[in-house]
């Protein structure tokens, strides 16, 4: 955790980890064309458009399955830059302005989830207004009319990040966002770092905050038998 929220400043390896983990789901859907991404396609594909869904079997490679472990997440902050809509599913995927899936503000019960956004605009290639205004909330629907269309020289829809201003990966937003997740313990630790006394008494003080110093009352609790070891550990540093 970062200083101010009671940590040392030093960062977390399974969270990094986790970062590059979505930082090579990126670009396995972001750049197809590398010959990794196409070998990963081949071996693990199994007909599948693997920007879609990513599933791991028991007998897959153990990165494979920390992809797969790592899909659901990165699925959450994807959000999709419309070309020709063909990629971009209308109701399921995040995409417009909003970037929130349109399901949850829909306004019929029975919709067609399979709908891609080109599938939304009549023969003249301009949205269907009739089925928005049908189907979503009027200010929704003056929103995603706002929009320009789906054409096909705009190329095929490409992905975006949406924990940046830019949609550009990174991996200090991916480590930024799993961190907001963990627990912090509501104290000022500025008071604690501006200390201009010894390192380690700061130290001390930070275990001391934590809960980390060996008292009576936690020896008390754990029980004679688990310090039997301690002189010999002592010792040993």
Known sequence: MPKVDGGLGLKHPRLMNEAFLMKMLWNL??????LWCKVLYSKYGRNNDLSMTIQSQPYDSSLWKALAGSWGEFQRNIV???????????????WGSNNISLITVATQSSIDTTLNVKDVTN????WDTEFLFHNLPENIANKVIALHAPIEVDGPDNIGWGGTSTQQFSIKSVYNSLLRNQSNMERDWKVL????????????MWSVAHGCILTNYRRSRWGDKNFACLPLLWECR
């Open 80 to 94: 999709w830059k419309i070309g020709d809509g063909l990629r971009t599913n209308f109701w399921m995927d995040k």
């Open 123 to 126: 023969d003249s290639g301009n």
């Open 193 to 204: 770092w501006r200390w201009r006394g010894h390192h380690c008494i700061q130290t001390f």
């Open 29 to 34: 859907n972001s750049k197809r064309d590398n």
